[in-house]
Structures are given as C-alpha cells and as structure tokens.
T-cell receptor, first 112, second 111 residues
Framework: KAGVTQTPRYLIKTRGQQVTLSCSPISGHRSVSWYQQTPGQGLQFLFEYFSETQRNKGNFPGRFSGRQFSNSRSEMNVSTLELGDSALYLC???????????FGPGTRLLVL | LAKTTQPISMDSYEGQEVNITCSHNNIATNDYITWYQQFPSQGPRFIIQGYKTKVTNEVASLFIPADRKSSTLSLPRVSLSDTAVYYCLVVLGDAGNMLTFGGGTRLMVKP
C-alpha cells in the first residue's frame, strides 16, 4: 500500500504570498492531520479533518486554513506568508481519528 | 494533556541495546503511549504503541510498568541507521488525532 504523499516536496515563496499544500492519505484512511515543524518550536499540531469536517485546530492564526475532500485528500493553505512560516509541513493519516497516524515526507516551505 | 519527559540526547555503539525512558506522570486511564522515529527532513515514522505491560514488534519493544507513569522503548542491537530523534507521546484515547510532540531524544549511534 502506498504511503502518505505530499506535494510539492519543496517550495519557495516570498512574504505576502499565499501557498497551498496537498496531502493524499493512505488508501482507506479517512482522517488527516497537519503539523508544522520548525527548529525553534518543534512539531506542532495545526488541524485535523475527518469526513470533510475539521475536528480539532491548533493554536495558529487564521492565516492557516485547510479542507478535506470527499476522497479524503486534504489541502492546507497559508495566506499572507511571513518569514516565520518557513517550516516543514507534515501531513499524517489514519483510518479514523483514534487510530495510529502515519506521516508523509513533508513539504519544506521557505519564505523569503 | 499528559506531558512527557525524555532525555534530550543519548549515545550508543553499533550492536548495543538502547533503552530510552519516558516519564508521563499524569497519564490518564484512556491514554496510549506511542513512539515515533524521525530522520532529518523526513516525517516521523511510527515505531510502537502500547497501553500496559510489554509490547514487541519486529523493530522494538515497549515496556510499561503497572502504574503507567513511565515507559521504556528498547531498540535491540542498534545500527548506524538508527541514529535519529525518538519521540514519546501520550495519545489521548478519546481526543482524536491531536498529537502533542515534546522535544524527543536524539540518539547517536557510533561505529
């Protein structure tokens, strides 16, 4: 079975732009979560989706948003990018919200 | 949320057994203990999960005492490729997928 895939793998943007990252979960997995990883803050939870509904949201500003489609694929969007948004953005999927999460390789975002 | 405490770093040599202990004093009845491994610039990889006593898979063993206030991840006969950061997490049994990662333990395996 293919693992979690994330696109793009690398991205360079400038301040003020917006970006959309994509995540395809493992086949059959219906829950998708997003995390941000930076050297200073470590791995932090962004949000969780299940059946196209956001179930939990981490402590991030409204510039960070996401959605989940009927095929369980998910996207996250960051608007008005700031230098501090440079990070590795990780997506994880699980069969359902209380099952083990499996992570994708991440998208490395660099904001200049 | 149950907070976890684990050593910041550990060194070992190839072929040795490595034990990483994690404390989680305020773990709740419904919580599970989960360990992930992460290599630089990659997503965390699930290693093992347990609720109590001992769990073993092809990669590692997880020892959890009766009071569940700590757990020990055991990696048998480590190799250079086991050099990574290991995260201990307490996963809330009824709170969905909001994983809370601590700082992890940076394991360095030397030849």
């Amino acid at each position: 079975k293919a693992g979690v895939t994330q696109t793009p793998r690398y991205l360079i943007k400038t301040r003020g732009q917006q970006v959309t990252l994509s995540c395809s979960p493992i086949s059959g997995h219906r829950s998708v979560s997003w995390y941000q990883q930076t050297p200073g803050q470590g791995l932090q939870f962004l949000f969780e989706y299940f059946s196209e509904t956001q179930r939990n949201k981490g402590n991030f500003p409204g510039r960070f948003s996401g959605r989940q489609f009927s095929n369980s694929r998910s996207e996250m969007n960051v608007s008005t990018l700031e230098l501090g948004d440079s990070a590795l953005y990780l997506c994880a999927s699980s069969l359902s919200p209380q099952e083990t999460q499996y992570f994708g390789p991440g998208t490395r975002l660099l904001v200049l | 949320l149950a907070k976890t405490t684990q050593p910041i770093s550990m060194d070992s040599y190839e072929g040795q057994e490595v034990n990483i202990t994690c404390s989680h004093n305020n773990i709740a009845t419904n919580d599970y203990i989960t360990w992930y491994q992460q290599f630089p610039s990659q997503g965390p990889r699930f290693i093992i999960q347990g609720y109590k006593t001992k769990v073993t898979n092809e990669v590692a063993s997880l020892f959890i005492p009766a009071d569940r206030k700590s757990s020990t991840l055991s990696l048998p006969r480590v190799s250079l490729s086991d050099t990574a950061v290991y995260y201990c997490l307490v996963v809330l049994g009824d709170a969905g997928n909001m994983l809370t990662f601590g700082g992890g333990t940076r394991l360095m395996v030397k030849p």
